[in-house]
């Protein structure tokens, strides 16, 4: 691949709806912009924290560990489905604080299949210096995604009144939830 060619995919996949983009609107929703924007730090480190030991050692992993793909998917899964529990019981806006926290943020970034697509299938690239090249699109991309999920959330939040509505933040569980459920159905074979 290109770097045009990575760049485009990286955005394309790191833009779609996911459990990290997903928690990065409630954040914008809940907070506003800038404080959901310091979160895109943990974001990023937790993309790197699994896509760079996948690049680098990720082929001879699967090889010798067929069933690590599958396991760290239903990991993530059984992370999501607990997210969209936990999201669904808190109280009414006003009466918690943020469901949203850093924590949260890098569980769910670390667990995030989309990194796996981008640690086995992106990111490698022969020599040190395309990787690194990778690398920085990861991050550019990843900052540029994540900041529009936190925007799309601020957009959400009505007047000056802070929280998160409690019918956003169900339908924000039920989408975790439907998230989930597809994680499985993929180890199934259904998805």
Not at 53 to 69: D, I, T, Y
Not at 144 to 150: E, I, N
Request: proline letters at 6%.
């Amino acid at each position: 691949m290109t770097l045009a060619e990575t760049a485009l995919a990286l955005l394309v996949l790191l833009a779609a709806p996911g459990p990290t983009n997903t928690l990065l609107a409630i954040a914008g929703a809940e907070r506003g912009l800038a404080p959901a924007a310091r979160l895109i730090p943990v974001v990023l480190l937790g993309y790197l924290a699994t896509t760079v030991p996948l690049a680098l050692l990720g082929a001879r992993l699967l090889e010798s560990a067929p069933l690590a793909k599958a396991l760290v998917t239903v990991a993530a899964a059984a992370w999501v489905l607990r997210l969209a529990v936990a999201m669904w019981r808190l109280p009414a806006r006003g009466e918690v604080g943020p469901a949203v926290t850093s924590g949260r943020i890098a569980v769910t970034t670390l667990l995030n299949p989309k990194a796996l697509i981008v640690g086995l299938v992106l990111l490698p690239a022969p020599g040190a210096t395309r990787l690194g090249l990778n690398l920085a699109l990861l991050a550019g991309t990843l900052a540029v995604a994540s900041l529009l999920w936190a925007l799309l959330g601020a957009s959400l939040r009505r007047g000056a009144r802070a929280g998160l509505p409690a019918s956003w933040r169900r339908a924000a569980s039920v989408w975790l939830g439907a998230l989930a459920l597809y994680l499985l159905g993929r180890v199934a074979g259904l998805a």
